[in-house]
């Protein structure tokens, strides 16, 4: 079945420091991939369409200078958070929709198993 | 803008009981709905998917059902298991850019 992967699974850094988060898919191309962040007792709520190769589109609210992010193939996407500061902290997951191969799963969204994301 | 909401927030009940979950959303206009589970400080496992299509899914002691023209879903689980206790989150995908729009979830506690 179609993987996605994230790195790291979790990470705890100081406040002001800069955090990269990586989405894979494993054996599918994607040429959109999603990110999500879930505070504490809460849903996933939508931060950004990653899209290969073009700017991300973001939600209204999420600051696109903050949270960066960069579709540079179509098996990789990497989010990254800038000046973390705690209200930062969250669990981030990722998504990416099947574009390739073709067949019978293609436009399905496969999610990530989470980054947990602890700023001290 | 599409909203999801799920009923009840919380639920428990003892082991064995058949179950259903509901979700509801506004837009009619979706690409499809998926239920997933999520344990405490976990990611989420995908239970069923159903295209906008479709009447319903099953899979094991799961039943989905979707009713886009009213806009509910129902999520039915058979037999309940105290290892079913996890949140259940409703998703719907829109068929604009594709964006997944999450309910807040259901909090399930089956009791041994």
């Known amino acids: 079945g179609a993987v996605v992967s994230q790195h790291p699974s979790w990470v705890i850094c100081k406040s002001g420091t800069s955090v990269k988060i990586e989405c894979r898919s494993l054996d599918f191309q994607a040429t959109t991939m999603f990110w999500y962040r879930q505070f504490p007792k809460q849903s996933l709520m939508l931060m950004a369409t990653s899209n290969e190769g073009s700017k991300a589109t973001y939600e209204q609210g999420v600051e696109k200078d903050k949270f960066l992010i960069n579709h540079a193939s179509l098996t990789l996407s990497t989010l990254t958070v800038t000046s973390a500061h705690p209200e930062d902290s969250s669990f981030y997951i990722c998504?990416?929709?099947?574009?390739?191969?073709?067949?019978?799963?293609?436009?399905?969204?496969?999610f990530g198993p989470g980054t947990r994301l602890t700023v001290l | 803008k599409q909203e999801v909401t799920q009923i009840p927030a919380a639920l428990s009940v003892p082991e064995g009981e058949n179950l259903v979950l509901n979700c509801s959303f506004t837009d009619s206009a979706i690409y499809n709905l998926q239920w997933f589970r999520q344990d405490p400080g976990k990611g989420l496992t995908s239970l069923l998917l159903?295209?906008?299509?479709?009447r319903e899914q099953t899979s094991g002691r799961l039943n989905a059902s979707l009713d886009k023209s009213s806009g509910r879903s129902t999520l039915y689980i058979a037999a309940s298991q105290p290892g079913d206790s996890a949140t259940y989150l409703c998703?719907?995908?829109?068929?604009?850019?594709?964006?997944?729009?999450f309910g807040a979830g259901t909090r399930l506690f089956v009791k041994a």
């Open positions: 159903i295209q906008s299509s479709q």
């Open positions: 998703a719907v995908e829109d068929t604009g850019g594709f964006k997944t729009i």
């Open positions: 998504s990416a929709r099947r574009t390739r191969p073709s067949g019978p799963s293609t436009d399905t969204q496969y």
